[in-house]
T-cell receptor
Framework: EPEVTQTPSHQVTQMGQEVILRCVPISNHLYFYWYRQILGQKVEFLVSFYNNEISEKSEIFDDQFSVERPDGSNFTLKIRSTKLEDSAMYFC???????????????FGAGSRLTVL | QKEVEQNSGPLSVPEGAIASLNCTYSDRGSQSFFWYRQYSGKSPELIMFIYSNGDKEDGRFTAQLNKASQYVSLLIRDSQPSDSATYLCAFNPSGGYNKLIFGAGTRLAVHP
């Protein structure tokens, strides 16, 4: 079964350092997302990406965050200067269709756990 | 702000019983609703989606949607210990399908 692949599974970094989280979405999917989940809290939307541009972003996704699709397969989330409160599980997700049908479901990757010290 | 409300639980049911999980949402224009299951430390995995009022069944799972009451539920029949997890209700806010808004989840514990 096709899956969304994320690397690294766990990253530990010092406050103020830059972090890049990588994702390989399902190959025929067109819409890409980053979500995060702080330990014990809800899954929160960060950003959606379609046709090589951001289509929507949340208030969490401030200037320290950026996303990129550098080639035909990878989708990355960069955090420029990490803060303690950025410690969370970051999930990449993708979906195929843009409409209200059975393809309008998100498939999540296994997540990248970021620990900021 | 568009929100999803779920009872955090834990909801404890004996093995073989029916587990009933409930969710209310604030966005009256929402069209698409989803139930995801999340095991501790893992990513959400889709159980079911529902777009129309009424019931939708898939194996041991039944999703129920009542748009007038802004209420969606998930029934799990013949609950198994392996069903023990957090169940996340999510919806697409009105105006597009660009993101999902998740509830905080209900923790289900199925005991033998």
């Amino acid at each position: 079964e096709p899956e969304v692949t994320q690397t690294p599974s766990h990253q530990v970094t010092q406050m103020g350092q830059e972090v890049i989280l990588r994702c390989v979405p399902i190959s025929n999917h067109l819409y890409f997302y980053w979500y995060r989940q702080i330990l014990g809290q809800k899954v929160e939307f960060l950003v959606s990406f379609y046709n090589n541009e951001i289509s929507e972003k949340s208030e969490i996704f401030d200037d320290q965050f950026s996303v990129e699709r550098p080639d035909g397969s990878n989708f990355t989330l960069k955090i420029r200067s990490t803060k303690l409160e950025d410690s969370a599980m970051y999930f990449c997700a993708s979906r195929a269709s843009g409409g209200a049908d059975g393809a309008n479901v998100l498939t999540f990757g296994a997540g990248s756990r970021l620990t900021v010290l | 702000q568009k929100e999803v409300e779920q009872n955090s639980g834990p909801l404890s049911v004996p093995e073989g019983a029916i587990a009933s999980l409930n969710c209310t949402y604030s966005d009256r224009g929402s069209q698409s609703f989803f139930w995801y299951r999340q095991y501790s430390g893992k990513s959400p995995e889709l159980i079911m989606f529902i777009y129309s009022n009424g019931d939708k069944e898939d194996g041991r799972f039944t999703a129920q949607l009542n748009k007038a009451s802004q209420y969606v539920s998930l029934l799990i029949r013949d609950s198994q210990p392996s069903d023990s997890a957090t169940y996340l209700c999510a919806f697409n806010p009105s105006g597009g399908y660009n993101k999902l808004i998740f509830g905080a989840g209900t923790r289900l514990a199925v005991h033998p």
